[in-house]
């Protein structure tokens, strides 16, 4: 049988999918009803047949740091894909990101040791990749002296507490995403992006980064978990675009104006700075940190190589394609609200 976690989530959700259409024995966490209906929908855009694969699913109510809950949910199983994980880059969120990301692993890795799992997949990040300036690989040291991003921090050190579990016995593969483009969440992560495009965006950057498909992490996730694939981690980018190009590609699929005016870091530097006021004076969670103004203008080329050199047959969706479909998905969504 096989376990879940975050199956609730972007990733999570498609990977359930995914499985059921396998006819996979899945176990599954779940922290709330509404969160299982977002599963549901996601569903919803890809079949037909939705409550005879959804029954395929045991569901069992708990998160990662009920350990009760969680050797419930262990009985049984044989493998494990750890798919759940707090994003935030706000650094008063940094203990709740170190309970949930950290300590959160760190159980899902020890009762992998005790269950004595087959074989654990652990969704990390590229935010754990070192910097280069001409190309980001798996080999690309970490300087943790140089990150001050929190949700960063907290993704590596649980990396960390995975390549504990590989050093006591547990075969297991990382894989590192850029920006998972997907349908179905639209007010959280990068779903957002449309939602704030579609609102109308004034600025945008020129930093670069890593995009993927979601079904292309998923599709990588479980080619990474045959035996072959054993403790290693792996880029899974699809394309590197500029922010520039991804709001110009996104504006033109939602049928919007693409902004023009380039947000300068001087202009950035204040809008963080304001941010933080509202946030101390207001209480207002924070929108915009320094940490992520950085990104905004950071030029991060990250490389797929290695996955691809493993798996010659796999073809990344074109990036171009994923926000069509993701776009369709949110404009008739928008429309039904």
């Known amino acids: 049988m096989i376990l879940v976690t975050g199956g609730t989530g972007l990733v999570g959700s498609h990977l359930l999918f995914k499985l059921t259409k396998n006819d996979q024995n899945i176990r599954a966490l779940y922290r709330s009803n509404e969160s299982i209906k977002k599963v549901k929908k996601v569903f919803s855009y890809y079949s037909d047949k939705i409550e005879t694969q959804f029954k395929k699913i045991e569901w069992v109510q708990g998160d990662l740091n009920d350990i009760p809950k969680l050797e419930e949910a262990f009985k049984g199983i044989t493998k494990v894909f750890h798919c759940a994980a707090l994003i935030s880059f706000a650094p ?12 959160g692993t760190a159980n899902i890795v020890n009762l992998c040791i005790s269950y004595s799992i087959q074989k654990l997949c652990y969704v990390s990040s ?3 990749m070192g910097f280069d300036p001409i190309r980001i690989s798996e080999e690309t040291t970490w300087k943790s002296e140089e990150v001050k991003n929190v949700y960063a921090l907290t993704k590596y050190a649980a990396e960390k507490e995975v390549w504990r579990g590989i050093q006591e016995g547990v075969p297991c593969v990382i894989v590192n995403p850029g920006v998972i483009l997907g349908p179905g969440y ?28 979601v079904n292309d992490v998923v599709k990588s996730m479980l080619l990474l978990m045959s035996d072959k694939h054993l403790n290693e981690r792996y880029i899974i980018v699809g394309k590197t675009l500029s922010f520039s190009e991804l709001t110009s590609k996104i504006s033109k699929s939602l049928g919007v104006k693409a902004p023009e005016k380039i947000a300068k870091k001087w202009m950035l530097s204040l809008a963080w700075r304001l941010d933080w006021v509202k946030h101390k004076v207001l209480g207002k969670k924070r929108k915009l940190t320094k940490n992520m103004c950085k990104t905004l203008h950071s030029k991060n080329l990250y490389s797929s190589e290695k996955f691809l050199r493993l798996e010659k047959d796999f073809h990344f969706k074109p990036i171009s394609q994923t926000i069509l479909e993701v776009s369709k998905v949110y404009l008739k969504e928008s429309k039904a609200c």
């Open 186 to 213: 639209f007010n959280s992560g990068s779903g957002l992006i449309f939602k704030i495009i579609r609102k109308g965006l004034m600025y945008k950057t020129n930093g670069i980064t890593g995009y993927v498909d």
């Open 92 to 103: 008063n969120d940094y203990n709740q990101l170190k309970k949930i990301n950290i300590e």
């Open 126 to 128: 590229v935010a754990t």
